[in-house]
């Protein structure tokens, strides 16, 4: 079977900056053909054409084009046609792309289309309540329709994207994976004080909250340390660095043991997991966030908010601790009791690998990968 991935990231140096979706089709990607399987990926949106092979995977890097007008509609039909060549000269058996923006919207293509739900730009929005572009919702509307099936990596996110866009296709859950032998927990326990988060500097992630239960965990414990790890972003509300605004929360105190990194090679931050005592992670958005795995299969403690999809990754009381991330005092107090327990934090760092193992772990979930594509494989 040859699968080929649209998308519009990857964890590649060849690549323009990714994220979570890149992670997960990175992963998804090299378990496929660790399991015999053919895997192109198609990463659109990029400074040059290019094509490489690396690890048993095709790699097509395609420039993005400009268009006078209708650039929209246009870039999706050289998409097209690019997807149909691969299918035509490469035997491409089916294509999956993620419902972002609608992408594959008035696409025609000559293998089944799956669509796997990571968040659409509607389903962002209203996370965050704020209003979408009406020319996004139409065309991740017309993507979600026309596609031959749909996929999702929460039950959460299948559900309010069914609400949100009046779906009554049925939609087939399928989490993302994560291969725990290349997170693996360091053999030293750490005792540093180290509190980390790692992800986008960005509002819907919970950052503004971490720093008002910081200033608390400071008050507390005066040796902790903060190590904020990730790309800067413009708030979409204050319309300044949403960096410059976490550290305008921040008591004088809190601001002499915050330390920030600009985002770092994907390769390296299994380093600085390792050297953290606690993960925090407080989003208000997510379909189902890697950077969670990541830190759960490193034997990490994490505090992270207790919306929607988190009850599909976390145990509150087992595996960390689930908070509201505008309960400053609740969110604080968990953190400041994972400091001070480091008995704890061993026993719900290895509870939360376990469940990573069951329920998680990269070979799990390529199995039933292969058997949602297989059954939607046309004679």
Not at 255 to 272: A, C, D, G
Request: with cysteine; charged share 25%; glycine share 6%.
């Amino acid at each position: 079977m040859h699968i080929a991935y649209l998308t519009p990231e990857y964890p590649h140096a060849e690549c323009t900056s990714s994220g979570g979706l890149g992670t997960s089709i990175l992963n998804m990607a090299t378990a496929l053909v660790e399991k015999g399987q053919k895997v192109s990926v198609v990463v659109y949106g990029q400074k040059e054409d290019k094509i490489f092979q690396e690890r048993g995977i095709d790699f097509y890097l395609i420039r993005q084009q400009t268009y006078k007008i209708g650039g929209w509609y246009f870039y999706r039909k050289y998409l097209q046609r690019v997807l149909n060549d691969l299918v035509r000269n490469k035997g491409v058996d089916i294509i999956e792309a993620a419902e972002w923006t609608g992408i594959t919207a008035f696409m025609r293509l000559e293998a089944p289309l799956v669509l796997r739900l990571h968040g659409s730009d509607a389903y962002f929005c209203e996370l965050e309540g704020r209003k979408q572009k009406w020319k996004n919702f139409l065309l991740e509307k017309v993507a979600l329709k026309r596609a031959d099936a749909l996929v999702s990596v929460s039950s959460y996110t299948a559900k309010l994207t069914q609400d949100i866009f009046h779906l009554r296709k049925e939609i087939d859950i399928v989490h993302n994976g994560i291969s725990v032998e290349n997170f693996q927990p360091g053999i030293e326990k750490q005792n540093t004080n180290e509190i980390l988060y790692f992800g986008t500097i960005i509002r819907k992630k919970g950052v503004l909250e971490l720093a008002k239960a910081f200033n608390r965990v400071v008050t507390e414990n005066p040796k902790s340390q903060l190590t904020v790890i990730g790309k800067d972003t413009t708030d979409i509300f204050e319309n300044i660095s949403t960096l410059e605004l976490f550290k305008g929360l921040l008591s004088p105190e809190a601001m002499q043991q915050f330390r920030y990194l600009k985002q770092v090679e994907y390769s390296e931050i299994k380093n600085h997991i390792q050297q953290a005592d606690i993960v925090v992670l407080p989003s208000f958005a997510e379909a189902l966030p890697m950077t969670w795995l990541e830190a759960m299969s490193m034997e990490k403690a994490l505090v992270t908010s207790n919306i929607g999809w988190a009850k599909e990754i976390m145990e509150n009381g087992v595996t960390g601790f689930t908070v509201n991330p505008n309960d400053h005092i609740q969110f604080s107090e968990k953190v400041i009791c994972l400091l001070n327990n480091p008995e704890k934090r061993e026993l719900m760092g290895k509870a939360a690998r376990k469940k990573v193992e069951q329920n998680f772990a990269m070979q799990i979930v390529a199995e039933k990968n292969i058997r949602f594509y297989k059954s939607q494989l046309r004679d």
